[in-house]
T-cell receptor
Framework: AQKITQTQPGMFVQEKEAVTLDCTYD???????LFWYKQPSSGEMIFLIY??????QNATEGRYSLNFQKARKSANLVISASQLGDSAMYFC???????????FGTGTRLTVIP | ETGVTQSPTHLIKTRGQQVTLRCSSQ?????VSWYQQALGQGPQFIFQ???????GRGNFPPRFSGLQFPNYSSELNVNALELDDSALYLC????????????FGSGTRLTVV
């Protein structure tokens, strides 16, 4: 069975500061992918970053980076230089090779303070 | 290229009624998945369609059903609506069955009263 855990229901960060959103996962499948999505109040899930289980390097996409620690089964999202527009819900998700779907965590609501 | 389009954006239905939600996949994408997101929760997988066949289903009862059309657009049908069916319904499309590049629509917010 797959499981995604996000233990931070809400986070606050000062504008221009960096913030880390936590995500731990569990799966017995050796081949899997980890995703982070941003969901503003409009509802759309916006893809931010992807990390494959066999990737040697941590993924980066602009201001987003994924701190992948495979042995600890964690995939934390780091947002650098936070902007007011980063205020939203953030979801960690996983897909294993065998499954046809994404498993989502319960999300973290990020609020950027001016 | 166009993204994923869902209609309607909002819907109010009465308990016991039936509802149909629609999704147009991103151009070139042949796989469509549907998710239900209850208030304050993460999305939960309902089912996926590939080449007009259901290809994977989550823990949802048979009154949740779907279709995929030759142009890869899709419908989600829910019969005998219950109050707990109130949620945001998200559609996601991808290029091939096991591709990791999902594109989500903005969802349909269904309220059952």
């Amino acid at each position: 069975a797959q499981k995604i855990t996000q233990t931070q229901p809400g986070m606050f960060v000062q504008e221009k500061e960096a913030v880390t959103l936590d995500c731990t996962y569990d799966t017995s499948d050796p081949s899997y992918g980890l995703f982070w999505y941003k969901q503003p109040s409009s509802g759309e899930m916006i893809f931010l970053i992807y990390q494959g289980s066999y990737d040697q390097q941590n993924a980066t996409e602009g201001r987003y980076s994924l701190n992948f620690q495979k042995a600890r089964k964690s995939a934390n999202l780091v947002i650098s230089a936070s902007q007011l527009g980063d205020s939203a819900m953030y979801f960690c998700a996983m897909r294993t090779y065998e499954a046809n779907n994404l498993f989502f965590g319960t999300g973290t609501r990020l609020t950027v303070i001016p | 290229e166009t993204g994923v389009t869902q209609s309607p954006t909002h819907l109010i239905k009465t308990r016991g009624q039936q509802v149909t939600l629609r999704c147009s996949s991103q151009s070139g994408h042949n796989t469509v998945s549907w998710y239900q997101q209850a208030l304050g929760q993460g999305p939960q997988f309902i089912f996926q369609y590939y080449r007009e066949e259901e290809n994977g289903r989550g823990n949802f009862p048979p009154r949740f059903s779907g279709l995929q059309f030759p142009n890869y657009s899709s419908e989600l049908n829910v019969n005998a609506l219950e109050l707990d069916d109130s949620a945001l319904y998200l559609c996601a499309s991808s290029l091939v069955l096991r591709n990791y590049g999902y594109t989500f629509g903005s969802g349909t917010r269904l309220t059952v009263v």
